[in-house]
Nanobody, 127 residues
Framework: VQLQASGGGLVQAGGSLRLSCASSGGIFISYYSMGWFRQAPGDEREFVAG????????SYVDSVKGRFTISRDNAKNTVSLQMNSLKPEDTAVYYCAADRTSQDVVTTTSPRGYDYWGQGTQVTVSS
């Protein structure tokens, strides 16, 4: 599975960005639980949001609840992360990831549980 993340950039605090993750190579992400992670310099990779195969279940880290929304379009093989009310502490490289599963759940919040990763997109929030 090849994943391509895009949509990062520089934004002022309080602003919004929408990240997208597209799969390629003829792979259907409908077979995968999908997640967004982020990693700031010197920090470990952190789970941000996850979504089940059908999109019926989502999970968020507490720090982004109410501000970020994860969604997916299986027909287009894409997963998105809408980020509103951005804060400087949201600054990081954001990665999308895929975990093949037969269950319609958010399989895990651990980076070790995901099989495939995109290349990352930088999000910088200025104060």
């Amino acid at each position: 599975v090849q994943l391509q993340a895009s949509g990062g950039g520089l934004v002022q605090a309080g602003g919004s960005l929408r990240l997208s993750c597209a799969s390629s190579g003829g792979i259907f992400i409908s077979y995968y639980s999908m997640g967004w992670f982020r990693q700031a310099p010197g920090d470990e990779r952190e789970f941000v949001a996850g979504i089940s195969r059908s999109g019926s279940r989502t999970s968020y880290v507490d720090s982004v609840k109410g501000r970020f929304t994860i969604s997916r379009d299986n027909a287009k093989n894409t997963v998105s992360l809408q980020m509103n009310s951005l804060k400087p502490e949201d600054t990081a490289v954001y990665y999308c990831a895929a975990d093949r599963t037969s269950q319609d759940v958010v399989t895990t919040t651990s980076p070790r549980g995901y099989d495939y990763w995109g290349q990352g997109t930088q999000v910088t929030v200025s104060s």
